[in-house]
């Protein structure tokens, strides 16, 4: 380093500058640091394992939620149309994609049963960090996300009396970045779930099923009606049936804009911009890999049923967005209220009561739901030492970690309060798209370090150790090697086993790759028009980017994978983790700039949090 490189004549100023350089070793090595852990042994097996099919219902009831009756209407009537159902089926791809890599680590290190947790064991600490930061954001927007959903219903199903009252109060002194109006109810709600928790109430098996039950009849009879009443001709409007409904009701300001009409009336940007926000709806698909340690056969019964409940979860939500679109022209779907409204819309007024309260109990339920993961992952960081420890402070009777739970509550009651649904699904999106991505990377690199088999059952005393990813260049090492045995290297390994030279060869290829990626997604987000239609310039530039790709792809693939055997191993690779990274990005790039504004605030207060922590302790 060339800080390091000091006259030997010059021992006065040589030795700031060696404790600078030991300051920077330190905190480099602190930021690569693992954790490494090893399965309790004082667990026992649990009384009634989880099979295929309880794991599926688990994912299931884990996944369906505030999306499929708040998100489908707004989706349909300003982004996609009926084409919402291709939406919803590009998200479920990747979904799939994502989840193969979830099943990899979710079997590899079972009684983890947290990305964050993975992620520090596997690629460390600023990892780890990035990942668990991301989970927070993720976690208490869906909370912010699901009360303002049940807010709306709630308000929807009383008239709309207090969107009236509030809006017309506060909305001329709102930023136009936020909503039009505090929602105050939505706040109550999750403040008061808080308090529940805080006493020391856990999640209650039995509500759940009642709950889950529910809502699989109010799908069912949602589903059932649309097809019954839906109207294929809603699928193929014109300009004339917009002209036709407005003069029908005289207020063209009720109606939604029309687009071009027919089935895909927003184009294919319409399609893919729906597709980063009906992500959202799949989003807790990967809580099965909590339940990993009681699966009596993890490596076959996770990944089946991680498929099977995006599957179910994807015909769930094609039925309830075809039937919505089918019984109702997509410009008149009223957002807030998609549902009960569309019953309405059909002549069957007394169904949309039965519906709306259906929805509020199950909304209820999912929201007291989503306020658990929040403060076991920021008690998790806090033990740590990522955050300050002060959070991981529990209370002695009721074991609920007190400081993390309330302040949590604290952070998604104001994302309920000040921002849009919409603007909450950006957020909630955005976050769950980066930490897939980062599984997915994270899955891809280890695959070809040089024993990396993290299941083993390792006797350590310490449970945070500290252990740099790259412990040397083997350059450095080996003096006699050249530039020209490096280059040979890349296309013919020495050894059919991963070193530290095959292991550095394919972290910074990987990286490299999603550069190479991020661009092209940049480009056919911004720009896809002109790409699709031959533009000369993007053309070229798409061509060489593929080719690049490919050749750093194949300098991967030619690299030795570690031959450890692993209870599921995710096929066809680089190629699916790098599929998987590029769809999840792309997806990220559909996300309007305001989001990304937001984003970007919530990861810089995340490193400034952790300064400040650094500082003080």
């Known amino acids: 380093m060339a800080l390091c490189l000091v006259s030997s004549a ?20 602190k930021l690569v640091r693992r954790r490494l852990l090893e399965p309790t042994n004082d667990s026992k097996s649990p009384t009634a394992p989880l099979n295929t099919l309880k794991l599926v219902a688990f994912g299931v009831a884990s996944t369906l939620g505030a999306g499929v009756y708040i998100l489908v209407g707004e989706v349909a009537m300003f982004i996609a149309g009926p084409a919402i159902i291709i939406s919803f089926l590009v998200a479920a791809v990747s979904s799939v994609l994502s989840g193969l890599c979830y099943a990899e680590f979710g079997t590899q290190v079972s009684w983890t049963g947290s990305a964050y947790l993975y992620s520090y064991i596997s690629m460390g600490e600023l990892w780890a960090f990035i990942t668990a930061w991301n989970l927070i954001l993720s976690y208490v927007i869906g909370t912010g996300s699901v009360a303002r959903a049940w807010s709306i219903a709630f308000d929807s199903l009383i008239g709309n009396h207090i969107f009236q009252a509030l809006e017309g109060t506060f909305s001329p002194y709102m930023p136009y970045y936020l909503a039009k109006y505090p929602d105050f109810l939505a706040l109550s709600l999750v403040l008061l779930l808080t308090g529940v928790l805080v006493l020391g109430v856990r999640e209650s098996v039995l509500v759940g099923k009642i709950s889950t039950g529910i809502n699989l009849l109010v799908l069912s009879f949602i589903i059932l009606s649309g097809f019954i009443k839906g109207d294929l001709h809603n699928w193929k409007l014109t300009e004339q049936d917009y002209t036709l409904n407005t003069s029908e009701s005289g207020d063209i300001y009720s109606l939604g804009p029309l687009g071009s009409g ?29 339940k990993g340690e009681e699966a009596p056969n993890p490596h076959r019964s996770i990944p089946i049923s991680i498929m099977s409940t995006v599957f179910i979860c994807f015909l769930a939500y094609f039925g309830v967005s075809a039937t919505l679109t089918l019984m109702v022209p997509y410009y008149q779907i009223q957002p807030d209220s998609p549902f009960p409204q569309a019953f309405l819309h059909v002549g069957w007024g007394p169904a949309r009561y039965v519906v709306a309260v259906g929805i509020l109990c199950f909304l209820l339920y999912r929201l007291q739901s989503s306020l658990f993961p929040v403060p076991q992952v920021i008690q998790e960081m806090a033990e740590d030492g990522l955050l300050f420890r002060g959070l991981a402070r529990t209370h002695a009777r009721t074991k609920t970690p007190i400081m993390a739970t309330v302040s949590s509550g604290i952070l998604a009651g104001i994302m309920a309060l000040l921002f849009e649904f919409s603007n909450l699904v950006d957020l909630m999106s955005i976050g769950h798209l980066l930490v897939y991505s980062l599984v997915a990377f994270f899955v891809l690199v280890l695959r070809y370090q040089p024993d990396c088999n993290l299941s083993k059952n390792e006797k350590i005393e310490d449970k945070i150790q500290m252990m740099p990813l790259v412990k040397e260049n083997p350059l450095d090492s080996e003096p006699e090697a050249g530039s020209s045995k490096t280059l040979k290297s890349l296309w013919l390994p020495v050894s059919t086993t991963p070193t530290q030279k095959s292991a550095q060869i394919v972290y910074g290829c990987a990286f490299l790759l999603v550069l190479l990626l991020t661009i092209p997604s940049l480009i056919l987000a911004q720009w ?82 952790s300064g400040i922590k650094g500082l003080l302790e």
């Open 10 to 29: 010059d021992h006065s100023s040589s030795t700031p500058s060696r404790m600078r350089c030991q300051e920077l070793r330190q905190f480099g090595q």
């Open 262 to 290: 027919g089935f895909v009336p927003f184009d294919y940007d319409g399609i893919l911009h729906g597709a980063a926000l009906c992500f959202y709806s799949f989003v807790g698909f990967d809580d099965i890999v909590t």
């Open 528 to 609: 896809p028009s002109q790409v699709f239609s031959g533009d000369p310039v993007l053309t070229t530039v798409a061509v060489l980017l593929l080719l690049l790709t490919t050749g750093v792809m194949i300098i991967i693939w030619r690299q030795p994978q570690d031959p450890s055997p692993l209870p599921f191993r995710v096929p066809a690779l680089p190629l699916l983790p790098l599929v998987s990274i590029f769809v999840n990005i792309y997806l990220m790039m559909q996300i309007t700039s305001g989001t990304w504004a937001i984003f970007g605030i919530w990861n810089v207060v995340g490193k400034w949090l």
